[in-house]
């Protein structure tokens, strides 16, 4: 599977980015989809989740509000729509994948198979 991220960019504080993430190489509705970030001299961390057919979302209590995760299984494609920016934001930001979801791990990187290649979210104040 390959996962490619998309629209990461500059934004000052209380702005919004739309980030992309394509999927190729298995069918995309097997796959549950999630977000992840690490900025600078940080553990990567859990932004939100995404269930096989969209039921189901799951976010890190500091985006839950701001950020809004989606999918279309039609063009293989995940989103991550980001509100209210604050300069914390500030990070690279990964799409991960698997086939399995367990629901006390989701929060777990190791849990992913697959991984994009990062985009760069910057906030500015």
């Known amino acids: 599977v390959q996962l490619v991220e998309s629209g990461g960019g500059l934004v000052q504080a209380g702005g919004s980015l739309r980030l992309s993430c394509a999927a190729s190489g298995r069918t995309f509705s097997d796959l549950v989809v999630a977000w992840f970030r690490q900025a600078p001299g940080r553990e990567r961390e859990f932004v939100a989740v995404i269930t096989w057919n969209g039921d189901k979302t799951y976010y890190a209590d500091s985006v839950q509000g701001r950020f809004t995760i989606s999918r279309d299984n039609n063009k293989n494609m995940a989103y991550l729509q980001m509100n209210s920016l604050e300069p914390d934001d500030t990070a690279v930001y990964y799409c991960?994948?698997?086939?399995?979801?367990?629901?006390?791990?989701?929060?777990?990187?190791?849990?992913?198979?697959?991984w994009g290649q990062g985009t760069q979210v910057t906030v500015s104040s």
């Open positions: 991960a994948a698997t086939g399995v979801f367990a629901l006390v791990k989701y929060r777990e990187s190791s849990e992913y198979n697959y």
